[in-house]
């Protein structure tokens, strides 16, 4: 799964897992997803999100922290840009095998409904 040096200490996979940690938050995706094609500040964000401006300054410190965002100040304002775009990746290959899971219980209901009838 990892291919680094560190393996065998364990600390590839606690990086691994604290990058799929910071998905692993329902609000945190939201704001990757509103970010792809733009850059928006704090206020847009809580906006477009339903949230305190505070939370989204919370999540946004942690994504930024952990280099997934890029911060910009502009006079008053500070714009939020995603500068690790391989999270788009993470996000398609797990939103495909979950499409394709919902179609293949989809499958099996309808197949155990028709037996039923």
Known sequence: MCHSEQDDSGRAYAALAQ???MLAEP???RILHL???????????AQQCHCSQA????????LTQHG?????????????KVIDSSVY???TLACDKLSQQSQQQ???FGAARADAD
Do not use: K, P, W
């Not at 970010?35 to 964000?45: A, I, K, P, S």
């Not at 939370?55 to 942690?62: D, P, Q, Y």
């Not at 997934?68 to 714009?79: C, K």
């Open 89 to 91: 990746l993470l996000c």
């Open 106 to 108: 989809a499958a099996l």
């Open 55 to 62: 939370n989204i300054s919370r999540h946004l410190h942690a």
């Open 35 to 45: 970010l792809r094609d733009q850059e928006l500040n704090v206020g847009m964000l």
């Open 19 to 21: 990058h799929f940690a």
């Open 27 to 29: 609000t945190r995706l």
């Open 68 to 80: 997934m965002l890029r911060r910009e100040a502009r006079g008053n304002t500070v714009y939020y």
